[in-house]
C-alpha cells in the first residue's frame, strides 16, 4: 500500500500531462496550459528535470499557440536552464529548436537561426533523424520567410542531399 500511495503523485503529474496533450491535440490550448502548467510546478519540486523539460516544451507550444510569445519564451528559458545541468543533448536539440521557432514567429530572424543551427547540431549528435527533420523543416520555413531562396537552395544541397538514401 505504501508503494502504492508513493507512486500517485507520479501517476498525477503523468496524468496532467496527459490531459495536456489531448486537449492541445484538440486545439483547447488553455485548458493544456493549465494542465502542463499544474505538472510543471510538481516536476520542479520533485526535482524531475527530465520531466520538467519536456512539459516546458509542451507549454511553450500551448503558449505560442496562443500568442503569448514572452511567456512561451520565460519557459523555454527555465528549461535551457536545467537542460544544461544534465547535459542530455537531445532535449537541448528539443529546446533551442522550440527557441528558434519562438523567435521565427517573433521576426527574429536571426536569432531564430542560430537556436536552430544549434539545436541541429545536437540532434544530430544524438543522431535523432526525426528530430534532425523537425529541425531542418524549421529552417526550411525561415527560409521562406525571409525569402532568402537562394540561401534556401545552397542549404538544400548540403544539408537535405546527403540524406536521400542513393539505391
Request: hydrophobic share 40%; charged share 20%; proline share 2%.
Amino acid at each position: 500500500v505504501l508503494l502504492m500511495v508513493m507512486s500517485l503523485p507520479n501517476v498525477a503529474h503523468s496524468n496532467a500531462v496527459d490531459l495536456g496533450d489531448n486537449a492541445f491535440k484538440s486545439g483547447h490550448f488553455e485548458q493544456a496550459v493549465q494542465h502542463w502548467k499544474a505538472a510543471l510546478k510538481q516536476f520542479a519540486l520533485g526535482g524531475q528535470n527530465t520531466q520538467y523539460i519536456d512539459t516546458a516544451v509542451r507549454l511553450s507550444a500551448a503558449y505560442q499557440a496562443l500568442g503569448s510569445l514572452a511567456l512561451a519564451n520565460g519557459i523555454l528559458q527555465r528549461a535551457q536552464a536545467r537542460v544544461q545541468q544534465i547535459d542530455d543533448p537531445m532535449r537541448q536539440a528539443n529546446v533551442l529548436s522550440q527557441l528558434g521557432d519562438i523567435e521565427m514567429t517573433s521576426g527574429n530572424w536571426k536569432e531564430a537561426q542560430i537556436y536552430l543551427d544549434d539545436a541541429e547540431k545536437k540532434a544530430r549528435e544524438v543522431n535523432d533523424t526525426q528530430l534532425v527533420a523537425n529541425i531542418l523543416n524549421k529552417q526550411g520555413n525561415l527560409w521562406l520567410m525571409r525569402e532568402d531562396y537562394l540561401d534556401a537552395l545552397k542549404e538544400t544541397i548540403t544539408k537535405y542531399h546527403p540524406c536521400i538514401k542513393q539505391e
